[in-house]
T-cell receptor, first 113, second 113 residues
């Protein structure tokens, strides 16, 4: 089983739709969680951190469910510009001697007019 | 991404050739990482460094070597390139503090023929 798993998609949604992605992780000792956005042929960029209490930034809401070991990303009122791949990342703390950040393979979102 | 610069951006190698990828940062972060990204595989850690003069293996280190002689630079070397090393390579940096995110360079697209 992969340490961090995501549905690869693609999720095809119309503009204005609400869409949600989940990301499951296997290590119950994971320390922190992030969502990254990656545009085609570009580097991943941090979208938001995921706190235990949840995190909201405009149209984006991230939540953590430790009991079920997953994080989620909700995008409301989707825009064409939201089309991208969304990577989740899980920090397992000082595992193996370094600040270990494990990435999922990403979920692709395509927003159409 | 002004903080992390990778050179070159593109390269085509013949099987058996060698090359070095350079990652330079101006954010004074302690940790530096080299990832490769392949379709459907997500980001996989090749090597990492927790400080100047130190390096360690990640999940897929075979065929690569690294050096970090200066805090701001992290070099990834391919001694004898193979077609299986065709990939997009990303350098990332992070702080020593727990639960912190990583910042990425713009990537190097390498093709080995």
């Amino acid at each position: 089983r992969k340490e961090v798993e995501q549905d690869p998609g693609p999720f095809n949604v119309p503009e204005g739709a609400t869409v949600a992605f989940n990301c499951t992780y296997s290590n119950s000792a994971s320390q922190s969680f992030f969502w990254y956005r990656q545009d085609c042929r570009k580097e991943p960029k941090l979208l938001m951190s995921v706190y235990s209490s949840g995190n909201e930034d405009g149209r984006f809401t991230a939540q953590l469910n430790r009991a079920s070991q997953y994080i989620s990303l909700l995008i409301r009122d989707s825009k064409l510009s939201d089309s991208a791949t969304y990577l989740c990342a899980v920090n397992n703390g000082f595992s193996g001697g370094y600040n270990k950040l494990i990435f999922g393979a990403g979920t692709r979102l395509a927003v159409h007019p | 991404n002004a903080g992390v610069t990778q050179t070159p951006k593109f390269r085509v190698l013949k099987t058996g050739q060698s090359m070095t990828l350079l990652c330079a940062q101006d954010m004074n972060h302690e940790y530096m990482y080299w990832y490769r990204q392949d379709p459907g595989m997500g980001l996989r850690l090749i090597h990492y460094s927790v400080g100047e003069g130190t390096t360690a293996k990640g999940e897929v280190p075979d065929g690569y070597n690294v050096s970090r002689l200066k805090k701001q630079n992290f070099l990834l070397g391919l001694e004898s390139a193979a077609p299986s090393q065709t990939s997009v390579y990303f350098c990332a940096i992070g702080r020593r503090l727990m639960n912190t995110e990583a910042f990425f360079g713009q990537g190097t697209r390498l093709t080995v023929v």
